[in-house]
């Protein structure tokens, strides 16, 4: 609170923004804005017979003429803010105010004043904004701390998904039956975080599948997806040294309609009998039938979404399961990528810290403590987090 008042204060004086003296009109930068507005304020003229409003006059260049921007039809109130969208003011721009009484008639009665010649300014910081600031403050320095530590080969932690951990036992199990493995990476498209979460996940997949020496099958309900699964999984073979084994019909498109994808999805599943089923991605109401399919087949299956009413199905009818977030850190868990690791630690202490605050503001405010109820208080918090 004393940065938002003290700031914009300094800036102010800093600019040259000072009232101006020397007449009973006198003009001030509205704090914390773009130029586009100022206050106009003159001395109460005491009682004046006949009178019905003040008019608001501006001239915007030494030649120019003097435009109504306001009235006022109170006599005590004597302050005005110009930022009237028809009469636009721009930062830098001249102008001088002139305040008139007038009747009911709109004839002038006694001229108030004419203010001096006053140039709008541009705040150089928002005093207002202070809350984001330390916001994206927080936010990056804690990112950058995290990302620093972990491109120094520090060991961050990051607890063991018991999903990924069979990853290896999966696909090994896959080549010791002589089966591929079948990834599904969900049927949502390219703008769902779920579908680029999947996509990260099946890189590592995809490699460790060729580093063993066995198939992958990637049906694809988005052409966009395809596209983008199909250099995924070929770049994978290239990098475990093995580009002569990916066939081109490993990752395919099948059908943008819902249903018909997963009637073809469990065709593959009860022709080919894949040994390890990978649902990660985004599912709707096709996930249970899926998963049961799959289950029938007596497939090992790992799934993972951040889709909270489909989360039950794959629950109850697969072996592992990846739970929100769980799906989101997949592809740092796998890799190990030291951006990955750092930017999921980083979230982790910025989500951590952000409940800790919340837990013991709510305790203070159990206890009636004084600060947390005052409303100025308050503001600032809720501000503070709708950032």
Known sequence: MIFKKFIPAVILVFLGSLTL???????????????????????????????????????????????????????????????????????????????????????????????????????????????????????????????????????????????????????????????????????????????????????????????????????????IVYTITHEVVKEAYLEAGRPDAFQEDQVFFVSESQFAYVAAVNGIMMREKPATNLFLGMFWAESLLLAETGNATGAVQIAGTDSVTQLPFFVTSCDYTLIGEELYAASAYLSRDPVLVGTIKAQDIEKAIILILLVLLSILAIMNFNLIRSDNFSRLIMSFFGT
């Not at 039809?73 to 721009?93: H, Q, T, W």
């Open 21 to 223: 003296t020397g007449s009973s009109v006198c003009v001030e930068d509205v704090p914390d804005d773009d130029g586009t507005a100022l206050i106009i304020s003159w001395e109460p003229p005491g009682d004046i017979p006949g009178f019905f409003m003040y008019k608001i006059y501006r001239k915007d260049s030494p030649d120019g003429e003097f435009i109504q921007v306001g009235k006022s039809s109170k006599i005590e109130n004597c302050v005005f803010v110009d930022r009237d969208p028809r009469y636009p003011l721009n930062a830098g721009m001249n102008v001088v105010y002139r305040i008139v009484a007038n009747d009911e008639e709109g004839n002038e009665i006694k001229e108030i004043g004419v203010s001096e010649v006053f140039s709008s300014s541009h705040s150089f910081f928002n005093g207002s904004k202070i809350n984001t600031f330390i916001a994206v403050t927080f936010v990056f320095t804690t990112l950058i701390s995290f990302l620093t530590l972990a491109k120094k080969d520090k060991k961050l932690f990051i607890r063991k998904i018991a999903g990924l951990d069979a990853l290896d036992e999966a696909v090994g199990r896959a080549t010791e039956m002589g089966r591929p493995v079948l990834y599904v990476p969900g049927l949502s498209t390219m703008d769902d975080i779920a579908t680029v979460a999947s996509i990260n996940i099946l890189g590592p997949v995809a490699k460790k599948v060729a580093e063993y020496e066995t198939k992958i099958l990637v049906p694809n309900r988005n052409p």
